[in-house]
Every structure is written in C-alpha cells, then in structure tokens.
Nanobody
Framework: QVQLVESGGGLVQPGGSLRLSCAVS????????MGWYRQARGKQRELVAL???????NSADSVKGRFTISRDNAKNTLYLQMNSLKPEDTAVYYC????????WGQGTQVTVSS
C-alpha cells in the first residue's frame, strides 16, 4: 500500500521560506518519478515541480528560481524548498506518485500573507 504524508505547511510572510516534506511508504522513491502539485481555492490543481527516478528535475515557470524539489532516498522522503514566497503561492500542496495509478497525499496548506 502506497502512502504519502505531507507536512511543513503554514502561514508565512511574503518573501519568507518554507520546506515541505512528503514521507512515503510502500515504495522506494528512488525508483519512481514524483511531483509536487498545488491547488489554490477555486482553481484547478497545477504542477509545481517534478523529479524523475534518475534525479532530474523540472518546475513550473511561476516557481523557477524560487522552489527546489529534492529527495532523501535513505529517509524515503520528497522535499519542496520554497523561497521568496509570494501571496499567489497560497494553496494546498500535494505530493504525487504514479504506481499503476495516481497516489496523492492529504495535502498541506501554505498561506503567504502579511
């Protein structure tokens, strides 16, 4: 059974930083591509960043240069380091993996506001 558990969200001022974590069980994340997505209120879920099984990364233009996806294979955990946060980054953030089907965590709320 694949399980994803996000943590690390919260309230932060514009320009601040947060690091999100996604603890994974049931698979070895080094063997799968994974991603971070977000969904703002009233909007569709959108891709934030991806990491392939080989470790290559890609991110949405809106977060390039500010957000970094990474993983710790020993801890079986995916991370999203978010710097220079903006109010428009406010959303619920989800991690995702495809193993025969899509798996999603429960999400963690990120609110950027002064």
């Amino acid at each position: 059974q694949v399980q994803l558990v996000e943590s690390g969200g919260g309230l932060v001022q514009p320009g601040g930083s947060l690091r999100l974590s996604c603890a994974v069980s049931g698979i070895s994340i080094s063997q799968y591509g994974m991603g971070w997505y977000r969904q703002a209120r009233g909007k569709q879920r959108e891709l934030v960043a991806l990491m392939s099984s080989g470790g290559s990364t890609n991110s949405a233009d809106s977060v390039k240069g500010r957000f970094t996806i990474s993983r710790d294979n020993a801890k079986n955990t995916l991370y999203l380091q978010m710097n220079s946060l903006k109010p428009e980054d406010t959303a619920v953030y989800y991690c995702n993996v495809f193993v025969a089907r899509q798996y999603w965590g429960q999400g963690t709320q990120v609110t950027v506001s002064s």
